[in-house]
């Protein structure tokens, strides 16, 4: 019986699915921390995984990265690199985790394969970011400040007016600034993709109580029919960023053309399933198992 470990420090609902979806495939699942692995090259085996200390995992299925110090996260990677190296899949792998979980090289990779992105500003000065953020209200634009690393509307605010700026935060010194993307219809709302080895499997629409379109911030989930124009884009999105899943956020913007707003290498489905009607979980291990492992159903 195969065994895989699931890298999360929050199993939660996700990780009872995923265990499930595991189970119902002849397969083991169970949680680890990456921050309880180790590398070890004074032995074998060279990686240390908790609950794996005599054969490494068939394959690992990463749920979580834990946040901290630039060098905590970069050993964190490391790990699911030395995995990877070591001949284990690694579902997302580190390589597709550096791309999305840093906001400006997703920017950038979206941009230079010209997909429709927001206009976005990444840069080291205070002085600058303040140029840039004055002369985009003077042009009638909004702006959004982000952190270079984070989830679920942590730490994001939208700059409205020029008091505002006293607000602008930067991440450990380094400036986000992207343009605010008004969505056409009433309110605020975006559409969540959820793209499996390079098929859109399931949408919805999320409407924010606020700009916010963050389940996390209150956002409501709708079941959505998913036009081949969006999923076509999504898919494109999750090609870029070479990942095997992922959940991708488009906005259609008030003249009628779609943009992405951001791609997800760890997303989470709970609302997304509950109007979907598909079984999320059951799509990713199978996915997992079948082009990774080499179980076929």
């Known amino acids: 019986m195969r065994r895989i470990a699931i890298f999360t420090d929050d199993p939660g609902w996700h990780g009872k699915q995923l ?5 119902e495939r002849d397969c083991v699942a169970e949680y680890v921390s990456l921050t309880a692995c180790r590398i070890q090259t004074a032995g074998i085996p060279l990686l240390h995984i908790p609950g794996f200390e005599q054969k490494l995992p068939d394959a690992v299925f990463v749920r979580g990265v834990p946040g901290g110090s630039l ?25 597709a985790i550096e791309r999305s979980v840093d906001k400006a090289m997703t920017s950038f990779l979206l941009q230079n394969a010209g997909l429709p992105t927001p206009m ?27 952190p270079l690393f ?5 730490g994001i605010r939208r700059i409205e007016k020029s008091t505002d700026l006293f607000w602008l935060t930067s991440s450990h010194g380094i400036y986000y600034l992207q343009r605010f993307v008004e969505c056409d219809g009433e309110g605020y709302y975006d559409k969540r993709v ?58 259609r913007q008030r003249d009628g053309s779609l943009s992405v707003i951001e791609v997800n290498s760890v997303p989470a489905w709970k609302g997304l399933q509950s109007v979907c009607g598909v079984d999320i979980a059951a799509c990713l291990v199978q996915d997992l198992l079948e082009r990774h492992v080499g179980q076929s159903a």
């Not at 984070?150 to 942590?154: A, F, P, T, V």
């Open 194 to 251: 959820f793209v499996i080895n390079g098929k859109a499997v399931a949408a919805m629409r999320r409407r924010g109580i606020s700009w916010l379109n963050n389940v996390a911030r209150g956002a409501t989930c709708e079941a959505i029919a998913l036009s081949d124009e969006v999923a076509e884009l999504a898919v494109r999105a999750v090609a870029v960023l070479k990942m095997d899943y992922a959940g991708v956020d488009i906005i």
């Open 71 to 95: 060098e905590e996260v970069v050993f964190y990677l490391d790990v699911l690199h030395a995995l990877k190296l070591l001949g284990v899949p690694v579902y997302n792998d580190g390589h």
């Open 150 to 154: 984070g989830s679920q509307g942590e």
């Open 19 to 23: 265990c499930r979806a595991f189970a």
């Open 120 to 146: 976005t500003w990444v840069l080291r000065d205070r002085d600058e970011a303040l140029t840039v953020a004055e002369q985009e209200l003077a042009a009638g634009h909004y702006l959004i400040s982000k």
